[in-house]
């Protein structure tokens, strides 16, 4: 069982429903975070999945991870999460942009 796929293409399929929800069911800024987050996450589920292909399983991790952490904490704060949530979303966006500086690394090798 690949367990890192199954994760990437649940993400994904999180992205998609987040960005019908905020195309259709929230309000103006619920809307943009949804969105946003759906947007980040989607592409990150892909690129995990991407990064499978090429053998880059850690640089998958921290798109998966971060993906989750960064539209998580929008999708949370669209829906009135507490405060505390907004210092979570540039953790989850480090991650990404580890992961993408991790996988060119890989392929640099």
Do not use: C, D
């Amino acid at each position: 069982m690949n367990l890192l796929g199954i994760f990437a293409a649940l993400s994904a399929a999180v992205a998609v429903l987040a960005g019908a929800f905020g195309a259709h069911g929230a309000e103006a800024r619920a809307a943009e975070l949804f969105r946003t987050g759906g947007q980040y996450q989607l592409l990150h589920a892909v690129a995990a999945l991407v990064a499978l292909q090429l053998g880059a399983r850690g640089p998958a991790w921290l798109f998966v991870a971060g993906g989750a952490l960064f539209a998580g904490s929008l999708y949370a704060l669209a829906e009135g999460g507490p405060k505390w949530l907004g210092p979570v979303t540039p953790v989850g966006g480090l991650l990404m942009i580890g992961g993408w500086l991790w996988l060119a690394w890989t392929l640099s090798r």
